[in-house]
């Protein structure tokens, strides 16, 4: 809901303690419901976004269009006990992105769709993200096309008819989507001058688009606060190298900058950044990463204790998914057959969660859920492979069984979030 959000980014100003909101950028069903959860626990909104790949009038490659995605996410939210009035539906980097192969013109056509599409099915939150080069664009975009077909989208999400009105986030200076897939030296902050020409530029293109009434609802701008992961390193967030750049906000009420990439950071960083105005923390797949790593530890303990004719074999079967349709991944996973195996199983990157919904997969994770729960997992083997689960079973908060512990792996990925953005 967009007042929601806005009441949130608007109340920084008062609050004694800065507050945001994380983003839960994941279509997985149990990313999902652990999210739900933990809201349900804080007592606090949840911004839940699906990515232009994930979900698109094309299906995405989790076969949803907007409108299934909201479905989903309803359904789960009635089953977890979270009030729909609490979620915030969101769109993350809306623009040419899925159709970069075709030509602009093309590709900003099935943009423009797209946009109505999240719009008609009630999602308030809109990244407009056009910074990805289309098959007929000559090198970077400047920043002033980047505006241009940033207001085009506009157009379609203020011209669409909903029960709210949409509220936006610009940006040129957007990470890729699920991390970098180069070397990370040399990351270097938004320059504070970089961001005010990106605004100035903005606010002038979408005022000759006849969209001044929706500027005061361009709520944030994704800049980079020099936070980023690729395949097994992490750059973490230093407060003095974005000094500078937060000045930009000064004067500006309600109105934030958007971090992607901050999966991974240490724990106080979250804190740091959302002080600092980074006020909207992306997350997506340090998140499947978690139940990527919980699923494989159970499966480790099925290996223990099942036999080896009954095993589910789950590992086994991701990589042959992943190697008969290497699409997702070959593009980003570089080095030798060794090199890239690893990087499959274990990448922060996470490029396995283009597989979950696979049906050999899945019947694969549900054949090892259904293995474990007719069995009782002995604490020492949950002591051996999942120690933090083990401790909360014994502790009596969490039940000894496949799903709670995978959701609970999950949770403790957003905690972190939680702490800074809505501070006990």
């Known amino acids: 809901m967009s007042s929601l959000l806005q009441k949130i980014l608007a109340g920084r100003k008062e609050s004694k303690t800065a507050k945001g909101i994380y983003s839960v950028c994941s279509a997985h069903p149990w990313v999902i419901r652990a999210a739900m959860q933990q809201a349900i626990a804080d007592k606090s909104p949840l911004l839940l976004e699906a ?10 490659y989790t076969g949803m269009r907007p ?11 009635e089953e977890e006990g979270l009030p729909t009035k609490r979620i915030i539906l969101g769109g993350d980097h809306l623009g040419p992105n899925p159709w970069q192969r075709l030509k602009s013109g093309e590709a900003m056509a099935s943009a423009r769709t797209m946009i109505a599409d999240y719009r008609n099915a009630g999602f308030t939150k809109l990244h407009l993200d056009t910074s990805m080069a289309c098959s007929n664009d000559e090198g970077p975009l400047s920043d002033a096309v980047i505006a241009e077909r940033a207001a085009q989208l506009c157009e379609v999400g203020e011209a669409t008819e909903a029960e709210e009105k949409a509220l936006y986030i610009i940006g040129t200076e957007v990470p890729v989507p699920g991390g970098a897939v180069e070397s990370l030296q040399g990351l270097e902050v938004t320059k504070r001058s970089a961001a005010e020409e990106t605004l100035r530029l903005h606010k002038e293109v979408f005022a000759e688009h006849g969209l001044s009434d929706a500027w005061p609802r361009v709520v944030g701008m994704v800049v980079q606060p020099g936070v980023e992961f690729n395949h097994d390193s992490v750059v973490d967030y230093v407060r003095a190298k974005a000094a500078d750049l937060k000045k930009v906000l000064k004067g500006k009420d309600g109105f934030v900058f958007e971090a992607h990439s901050t999966d991974y950071q240490k724990p106080a960083a979250y804190r740091a950044l959302v002080d600092d105005g ?17 699923l494989f530890a159970l499966a480790a303990i099925e290996a223990e204790l099942v036999e080896p004719s009954r ?70 083997l949950l002591s051996a492979y999942l120690p933090e689960q083990y401790q909360a079973v014994r502790e009596g908060t969490l039940e000894n069984a496949p799903l709670p ?13 939680a702490a800074a953005c809505f501070p006990k």
């Open 405 to 417: 512990i995978i959701l609970h792996r999950i949770r403790q990925t957003l905690a972190p979030y």
């Open 67 to 77: 409108v299934d995605f909201r479905r989903l996410v309803h359904g789960l939210a």
């Open 51 to 60: 990515t232009s790949n994930q979900v698109n009038q094309d299906g995405g």
């Open 311 to 380: 095993q589910s074999r789950l590992w086994v079967v991701v990589n042959s998914a992943m190697l008969e349709a290497p699409k997702y991944w070959k593009p980003y996973y570089h080095g030798d057959a060794s090199q890239q195996r690893f990087l499959r199983k274990y990448s922060y990157s996470d490029r396995i969660r283009y597989y979950w919904n696979e049906p050999s997969v899945q019947e694969a994770t549900d054949h090892l859920i259904d293995n474990l729960k007719a069995l009782s997992v002995p604490e020492p």
């Open 278 to 294: 980074f006020a909207i923390l992306k997350v997506g797949p340090a998140l499947t990463f978690a139940m990527r790593e919980a």
